[in-house]
C-alpha cells in the first residue's frame, strides 16, 4: 500500500466519524463542514495539491459563514464580507503560482470591498469614505507585490488618488467643508481613468 492510499484511507475514516457525529447530533452540519475543511487544509500541508488547498478555502469559508451567523454576527450579514474574501485568497493564491496580474487586482480588490462591507454592517455612522480608502490601500498592495519590480507606478498613483478623494469624502462627511466638491470630482476622475489608461497602453506599447 503506498502512501497516498494510506491518508486517502485517513480521510476516509475520519469523514465517517464525522457523519456518524452528525448523524447522533453530537455536532451540526456547518460544524462537520468546517472540521471537514481543517481537514482537508492538513491534507494540503501532505500533498501540496492546490486544489486541497481551494477546495478546504472554500469550505471553510461556506462553514465559517454559517457558524458566524449562528453564534457570532446574529443580525448582521456577514456573506459579502466572507464570499469577497474567499474570493480574494484563493485569487491570490492563484495569483501566487501563476503569476498572473489581472488575479493580483482581482484577490486585493475583492479583499477591500469585503471587509468594507462588513464595515458598514458594524458601523452606524455614513463611511463611504473608507471605501475610496480600502481601494487606494489595495492599489498599494498591488504596487508592492506585482509591480514594483516592473517600474510600473499605475497602481501607486491610482492608490494615492483614491487615498486623497477618501479624505476629502471624510472631511465632507464631517461637515468640514460645505461646497459641493463632488460634483466636481465625479468629472476628474473619468478623465484620471483615462490619462491613466493612455499612459498604461503608451508604456506597454513603448
Same mark, same amino acid.
Request: aromatic fraction near 16%.
Given at each position: 500500500?503506498?502512501?497516498?492510499?494510506?491518508?486517502?484511507?485517513?480521510?476516509?475514516?475520519? &469523514? !465517517? @466519524? *464525522?457523519?456518524?457525529? /452528525?448523524?447522533?447530533?453530537? =455536532?451540526?452540519?456547518?460544524?462537520?463542514?468546517? #472540521? $471537514?475543511? &481543517? !481537514? @482537508? *487544509?492538513?491534507?494540503? /500541508?501532505?500533498?501540496?495539491? =492546490?486544489?486541497?488547498?481551494?477546495?478546504?478555502? #472554500? $469550505?471553510?469559508?461556506?462553514?465559517?459563514?454559517?457558524? /458566524?451567523?449562528?453564534?457570532?454576527?446574529?443580525?448582521?450579514?456577514?456573506?459579502?464580507? $466572507?464570499?469577497?474574501?474567499?474570493?480574494?485568497?484563493?485569487?491570490?493564491?492563484?495569483?501566487?503560482?501563476?503569476?498572473?496580474?489581472?488575479?493580483?487586482?482581482?484577490?486585493?480588490?475583492?479583499?477591500?470591498?469585503?471587509?468594507?462591507?462588513?464595515?458598514?454592517?458594524?458601523?452606524?455612522?455614513?463611511?463611504?469614505?473608507?471605501?475610496?480608502?480600502?481601494?487606494?490601500?489595495?492599489?498599494?498592495?498591488?504596487?508592492?507585490?506585482?509591480?514594483?519590480?516592473?517600474?510600473?507606478?499605475?497602481?501607486?498613483?491610482?492608490?494615492?488618488?483614491?487615498?486623497?478623494?477618501?479624505?476629502?469624502?471624510?472631511?465632507?462627511?464631517?461637515?468640514?467643508?460645505?461646497?459641493?466638491?463632488?460634483?466636481?470630482?465625479?468629472?476628474?476622475?473619468?478623465?484620471?481613468?483615462?490619462?491613466?489608461?493612455?499612459?498604461?497602453?503608451?508604456?506597454?506599447?513603448?
Amino acid at each position: 500500500m503506498g502512501k497516498r492510499d494510506y491518508l486517502f484511507g485517513v480521510f476516509l475514516v475520519f &469523514v !465517517g @466519524i *464525522l457523519f456518524l457525529l /452528525l448523524n447522533f447530533k453530537v =455536532i451540526t452540519l456547518e460544524w462537520l463542514m468546517f #472540521i $471537514l475543511s &481543517v !481537514g @482537508i *487544509l492538513i491534507g494540503y /500541508l501532505f500533498k501540496r495539491s =492546490i486544489m486541497h488547498l481551494v477546495f478546504g478555502i #472554500i $469550505l471553510l469559508g461556506i462553514s465559517s459563514i454559517s457558524i /458566524l451567523d449562528k453564534y457570532v454576527f446574529e443580525g448582521i450579514d456577514v456573506e459579502r464580507f $466572507l464570499f469577497l474574501t474567499i474570493l480574494g485568497i484563493v485569487s491570490l493564491i492563484f495569483y501566487a503560482r501563476e503569476k498572473n496580474k489581472s488575479l493580483l487586482a482581482i484577490g486585493a480588490m475583492s479583499m477591500a470591498f469585503g471587509l468594507y462591507n462588513l464595515l458598514t454592517e458594524i458601523v452606524v455612522r455614513d463611511i463611504k469614505w473608507m471605501l475610496y480608502l480600502l481601494f487606494g490601500i489595495s492599489f498599494y498592495i498591488m504596487y508592492l507585490v506585482g509591480y514594483r519590480d516592473s517600474n510600473s507606478k499605475w497602481p501607486r498613483e491610482i492608490g494615492s488618488v483614491m487615498i486623497i478623494i477618501s479624505l476629502v469624502f471624510l472631511l465632507t462627511s464631517q461637515t468640514m467643508l460645505k461646497f459641493p466638491i463632488w460634483r466636481y470630482i465625479f468629472y476628474i476622475l473619468p478623465v484620471l481613468l483615462i490619462v491613466v489608461g493612455a499612459i498604461i497602453i503608451y508604456d506597454r506599447r513603448k
